[in-house]
């Protein structure tokens, strides 16, 4: 239940194109679900979260879209870029009986061909 | 502001040495979190060290442990080294637990 499963676990995207990354989770006590960007050699870089009582939170060319009531949030990256190659991450936690634990998915390597 | 700092970025050590990893936190934040990212594997979470306390631990043997310096820094130890333990590892920190995470760019542990 602590799970959090994303897909794919790797991204092929032209140029231009729209990148698409896919998780799903199954505890309901869940309230903040954060996507990391990581580059090789460096640590995850938070790029954008979102809480439950929305349903889409867009920053520039990167959107969040969840989906209560089917426990699934999507990264969607528009007009993909080359320096978007990285590694994605989707995570979750709790605020209540906190745990300090971020749960990640097992990422998706994204690589924008030119 | 700086960020998550840590120290040193390579380590080598033979099987059955013990290793010692530092994090030295975002100014102001209280909070500090380690995770194991081992090829394949993902990010696992192994520490949450909060004023000065450790609040949580992951599903890792107790060879690792650390602990929380009053300035809030933190030093992450792993005894009995096995081959296995070869990974990066990252620290994070936040204002407040539950929130989002600045993360460093991580220890490369190698034991051989």
């Known amino acids: 239940q602590q799970q959090v499963k994303q897909s794919p676990q790797s991204l092929i995207v032209q140029k231009g194109g729209i990148s698409i990354i896919n998780c799903a989770y199954e505890?309901?006590?869940?309230?903040?679900f954060p996507w990391y960007q990581q580059f090789p050699g460096k640590g995850p870089a938070l790029l954008i979260a979102?809480?439950?009582?929305?349903s889409e939170k867009k920053e520039g060319r990167f959107t969040i879209s969840f989906n209560k009531s089917a426990k699934q949030f999507s990264l969607h990256i528009m007009d993909s870029q080359p320096g978007d190659s990285a590694t994605y991450f989707c995570?979750?936690?709790?605020?209540?009986?906190?745990?300090?634990?971020?749960?990640f998915g097992q990422g998706t390597t994204l690589q924008v061909k030119p | 502001e700086a960020g998550v700092t840590q120290s040193p970025t390579h380590l080598i050590k033979t099987r059955g040495q013990q290793a010692t990893l530092r994090c030295s936190p975002i100014?102001?934040?209280?909070?500090v979190y380690w995770y194991q990212q081992a090829l394949g594997l993902g990010l696992q979470f192994l520490l949450w060290?909060?004023?000065?306390?450790?609040?949580n631990r992951g599903n890792f043997p107790p060879r690792f442990s650390g602990r929380q310096f009053p300035n809030y820094s933190s030093e992450l130890n792993v005894n009995a080294l096995e081959l296995e333990d070869s990974a990066l590892y990252l620290c994070?920190?936040?204002?407040?637990?539950?929130?989002?995470?600045?993360f460093g760019s991580g220890t490369r542990l190698t034991v051989v």
């Open positions: 100014s102001g934040h209280t909070s």
């Open positions: 505890n309901t006590a869940f309230d903040y």
């Open positions: 994070a920190s936040s204002l407040a637990s539950g929130g989002g995470y600045t």
């Open positions: 979102i809480r439950p009582d929305v």
């Open positions: 060290y909060d004023e000065g306390e450790e609040r």
């Open positions: 995570a979750a936690s709790r605020s209540s009986g906190n745990t300090g634990k971020l749960i």
